[in-house]
């Protein structure tokens, strides 16, 4: 069974900084291409950044030059950087795999908030 478990949100002040990693179990993660998703209340769910089979990272407009996406093989985890806190990067960050829909599994993701 595949199981993605997210953890590392918290609350940070505007400017902070957090790193998220999602944990895999029942797959490899090197094997598949990983993506960080968000939903923030009342939003749909959107793509942050995803990496690609050969580890390099891609980013979506909100995360370019902020976040950074990276993986380690050896603890089968994926990791989110996120530098440079906006507000309105307050959300529930879920890991997936690139293209997973509504029906596909998802974890319980972990929460982000920024705020002063």
């Known amino acids: 069974q595949v199981q993605l478990v997210e953890s590392g949100g918290g609350s940070v002040q505007p400017g902070g900084s957090l790193r998220l990693a999602c944990t895999a179990s029942?797959?490899?993660?090197?094997?598949?291409?990983v993506a960080w998703y968000r939903q923030a209340p009342g939003d749909q769910r959107e793509r942050v950044a995803y990496?690609?089979?050969?580890?390099?990272?891609k980013y979506d407009d909100a995360a370019k030059g902020r976040f950074t996406i990276s993986r380690d093989n050896a603890k089968n985890t994926v990791y989110l950087q996120m530098d440079s806190l906006k507000p309105e990067d307050t959300a529930v960050y879920y890991c997936?795999?690139?293209?997973?829909?509504?029906?596909?599994?998802w974890g319980q993701g972990t929460q982000v908030t920024v705020s002063s």
């Open positions: 997936n795999r690139l293209g997973a829909s509504k029906r596909d599994q």
């Open positions: 029942g797959l490899i993660i090197s094997r598949e291409v």
């Open positions: 990496i690609t089979f050969a580890g390099i990272g």
